[in-house]
């Protein structure tokens, strides 16, 4: 297993996942990983094994966290969902209602479930980007806010997969007065014990994997790109290896530099795969999980360039992506990382790497997981 050893346990009846997820260490497939099951509120699985490093010197522990790159949007649309349970905003809000300046060149009615649902047209910064306006949010939200759509806002998706990070976070301190980062730390981490931030404090670092690249991108070739791929994926290009530096770790990117374990995503989706509630505390109102993940809109997203059905955040399951049932929701990072819920079934699933995959959707790793899982459920 190329000196990898998975530790963890499996509830009876689950040891085929344990199997699957050995093997793709055995294959080469994972250097360092960690998979975690929820059924019916009870933790089935919880597996972890390999390095966190390339060099593979450093062992990958059970509190090991990795960035997760765009499975931090799922976190965000969770805070949203709370906001809504404590009756503090709703979805079909404007934006511009509690963020004024958003309304500028045609963005005035705006929601915040068209913003969720990256239908807003804002999918990119329309002006040159490096990756440092990533680290300032006042600025690169003042930039948001003042720019013209890039199409009608509400007519089409287009995958937001930096921007609605700074779009919510503004809208969200402007509600709750407190940031993403801030929220998620007091409200979900703290309470609850789970293992999840948007950054990562210094004190936290000796605990973190690297994250290791893909050998191929699994971005089409530039000159393929559309307008709005070009400025949602290539302005600035992202460097899959950001997460490995301290300005990244230190930044408040709720888009993407969340970090989290496996058991964290699983708990938490756990959560919404059932009562809202996580060691029997409430976490959020059942009511409050049914708008959240009520379909938003459904198409060929504009810079996927996929069929998607966006809720209010949340990716709704189409092909699969988790598992059968169509009830099934989540959201997936660059590489490979995801959390799902699949209310049908009374399972979550939450998967973390550091070693990143190709494939824009069906890593081949987490497929073998999920087909492993479900088929542990008879």
């Not at 705006?110 to 649902?117: A, K, N, W």
């Amino acid at each position: 297993m190329n000196g990898s050893k998975v530790e963890g346990r499996c509830a009876p009846g689950f040891e085929r996942v344990r199997d699957s997820f050995a093997r793709t260490f055995a294959d080469g497939a994972e250097v360092g990983a960690s998979l975690a099951v929820v059924r019916d509120g009870e933790r089935v699985v919880d597996l972890w094994g390999g390095w966190r490093d390339a060099g593979k010197t450093q062992a990958w522990q059970r509190d090991t966290v990795a960035n997760v790159w765009s499975t931090t949007k799922g976190i965000v649309a969770l805070c949203f969902a709370m906001l809504v349970d404590r009756g503090k905003l709703s979805y079909r809000d404007k934006a511009s209602k509690y963020w004024p300046e958003f309304a500028a060149n045609g963005k005035g009615d705006v929601t915040i479930e068209m913003m969720l649902s990256h239908q807003a047209g804002l999918c990119g910064l329309s002006t040159p980007a490096k990756i440092a306006d990533f680290y300032d949010h006042a600025s690169t939200a003042a930039r948001l806010a003042a720019q013209a759509p890039i199409w009608e806002p509400g007519s089409r998706s287009g995958y937001h997969a930096i921007t609605v990070g700074f779009l919510a976070n503004e809208v969200f301190r402007r509600v709750d007065g407190r940031t993403l980062r801030a929220f998620i730390a007091e409200e979900i981490a703290a309470p609850f014990g789970i293992d999840v931030a948007i950054g990562l404090a210094p004190s936290e670092e000796g605990r973190m994997a690297l994250i290791i690249p893909a050998t191929s991108s699994g971005m089409p070739p530039a000159d393929t790109l559309n307008a709005s791929q070009k400025l949602a994926l290539g302005n600035p290009p992202l460097e899959a290896t950001a997460p490995n530096e301290r300005a990244w770790r230190a930044a408040e990117i709720p888009a993407a530099n969340g970090f989290a374990t496996a058991e964290a995503l699983a708990r938490l989706y756990g959560a919404l795969a059932s009562d809202g509630r996580i060691g029997g505390r409430k976490l959020i109102g059942k009511e409050a999980i049914a708008q959240a993940t009520a379909p938003r809109i459904a198409n060929v997203d504009e810079v996927l360039g996929m069929d998607v059905r966006w809720a209010a955040g949340f990716l709704l399951n189409g092909m699969g992506v988790y598992g059968p049932n169509a009830e099934a929701f989540g959201h997936s990072g660059w590489g490979g990382s995801f959390g799902s819920a699949d209310p049908k079934a009374g399972i979550a699933i939450g998967y973390v790497m550091n070693q990143m995959g190709s494939q824009l959707a069906g890593d081949p790793r987490s497929v073998a997981y999920i087909d492993a899982i479900y088929a542990s459920l008879s």
